[in-house]
């Protein structure tokens, strides 16, 4: 048997510029231990930030690399999203998978199996006449993982939507104001229908994967901003029991954070609430060779009260996840 260990982890807004978070170097001396004691051959990241490089250069992932410094990781396969034009990270907010084992193939979808949504607000002031189009914040990124014994995995690194209102035309008063209770609510609808419909990109996505390959070894990580029986997450799994039967069962991810005691099973802190925002889905065939599923959440802080207090947490606001798979061969 092989050892396999696949985990995904939100850094929130790893940068070198700190803003309100703590300096890099604090940020590093909680992030780089959280890293080693995962020990993951596969780690999916989000929010990873840039900075550039020189004039006319694209972005470099500079925070990153002095995180992976002196650690396994540095010498991994690596794979991020890009903007089209200069081929390199964005800004802000990118995903990034680093793999011991080679990565044969990569790619990015972003509306190329759903397109932009289109809408007209009912609550704009003045009322406009003409649909606004709803775009993801952020692609899809994928990469085809060669591993030990000539397998292959398919590992989707995706970060959906938050559910923060889309600004609707004349209902801001500020970054941070409504002017109306209907205009931000249409606003977190707005919202909703972003990280659902990217959601059913991804899924057909996964549906291309399993049209080549029936038993294919797929993983699906990251920040889904959603629990499990919210619409985003069950569109991705493709839950059998709504009228598929057997039919769709071969094609059913699974969601291994169901083999966590309730009592532990969340990834982020919420005016106290506990939830399970992050997750890993995994095919049929994956989930076979499943071994154990961490969430390694014992020092979480409150996303929502830290701010409130003197200092945010030089950490992240996201506990990372691991699964540990014993594949044959």
């Not at 709803?134 to 559910?163: C, F, T, Y």
């Not at 709504?242 to 991810?253: D, H, I, K, V, Y």
């Not at 969430?295 to 947490?313: I, M, Q």
Request: hydrophobic share 45%; charged share 25%.
């Amino acid at each position: 048997m092989a050892r396999l260990r696949i985990a995904t982890f939100n850094l929130e807004s790893l940068d070198e510029e700190t803003g309100e978070r703590a300096p890099l170097a604090e940020r590093i001396a909680v992030l780089r231990p959280q890293l080693r004691r995962l020990e993951a051959d596969l780690l999916c990241l989000q929010e990873v930030n840039t900075r550039p490089a020189a004039v006319h250069e694209p972005p470099r992932l500079a925070a990153l690399a002095q995180l992976l410094a002196d650690t396994d990781y540095e010498r991994y396969f690596r794979a991020f999203s890009s903007v089209s034009g200069h081929g390199g990270p964005s800004g802000r907010h990118n995903l990034v998978l680093l793999s011991r084992f080679p990565i044969s193939a990569t790619g990015q979808v972003q509306h190329e199996l759903v397109p932009p949504l289109s809408y007209r607000p009912v609550t704009a002031k003045p009322p406009v006449k003409e649909a606004l189009l709803l775009s993801w914040d952020r692609p899809i990124l994928s990469a085809r993982i060669e591993l030990p014994g000539g397998q292959r995995l398919s590992v989707l690194n995706l970060h959906l939507k938050a559910p923060l209102p889309v600004a609707i035309p004349g209902q801001k008063i500020s970054a941070a104001a409504w002017r109306t209770v209907g205009g931000w609510a249409e606003g977190f609808f707005l919202a909703a229908m972003k990280r659902a419909g990217q959601a059913l990109e991804a899924r057909l996505l996964v549906e291309r994967l399993f049209d080549a390959e029936p038993a294919a070894l797929i993983a699906v990580c990251g920040d889904f901003n959603a629990e499990s029986r919210e619409t985003p997450v069950r569109v991705l799994i493709g839950d059998e029991s709504e009228g598929m039967g057997g039919a769709g069962s071969a094609r059913t991810l699974v969601a291994l954070e169901e083999s966590v005691a309730e009592a532990r099973r969340y990834s982020v802190l919420h005016m106290r609430r506990p939830l399970m925002l992050d997750h890993m889905l995994v095919s049929p065939a994956l989930a076979a060779w499943r071994h154990r599923f961490e969430v390694h959440n014992e020092e979480l802080r409150d996303e929502a009260l830290d701010p409130l207090t003197e200092h945010a947490t030089p950490g992240s606001y996201h506990a990372p996840l691991v699964a540990e798979f014993a594949l044959p061969g």
